[in-house]
């Protein structure tokens, strides 16, 4: 299984980006994903997650309301909208499917399969 992470560049401060996380491999896409995302020195940090069918999505605080995320299992891609970016949100962002003994925490799960990551750059 690879998941590959795509839509990332350079976007002015307030703008929009979209962000795709397409998965191959699979026989199924039942699985949640998450988006997480990392600058240089600090930890990987939650973003968002969304269950296997797109009826449950959870946000950090740091994002919500103003990044959504999606599915659509058809195309076995999951979606991270982000809109009125500000130049903190500069980073490089990673998808993550599969999580294990999975409990409901995104934060806090192990996953089974990370995408390479893409990068962000919101310019002020």
């Known amino acids: 299984v690879q998941l590959q992470a795509s839509g990332g560049g350079l976007v002015q401060a307030g703008g929009s980006v979209k962000l795709s996380c397409v998965a191959s491999?699979?026989?199924?896409?039942?699985?949640?994903v998450a988006w997480f995302r990392q600058t240089p020195g600090n930890e990987r940090d939650w973003l968002a997650g969304?269950?296997?069918?797109?009826?449950?999505?959870h946000y950090a605080n740091a994002v919500k309301g103003r990044f959504t995320i999606s599915r659509d299992n058809a195309k076995n891609t999951v979606y991270l909208q982000m809109n009125s970016l500000k130049p903190e949100d500069t980073a490089i962002y990673y998808c993550?499917?599969?999580?294990?003994?999975?409990?409901?925490?995104?934060?806090?799960?192990?996953?089974?399969?990370w995408g390479q990551g893409t990068l962000v750059t919101v310019s002020s």
């Open positions: 491999g699979r026989r199924k896409s039942s699985d949640a």
């Open positions: 993550a499917a599969s999580p294990l003994y999975f409990n409901g925490d995104y934060a806090r799960a192990s996953y089974e399969y």
């Open positions: 969304i269950n296997w069918n797109g009826g449950s999505t």
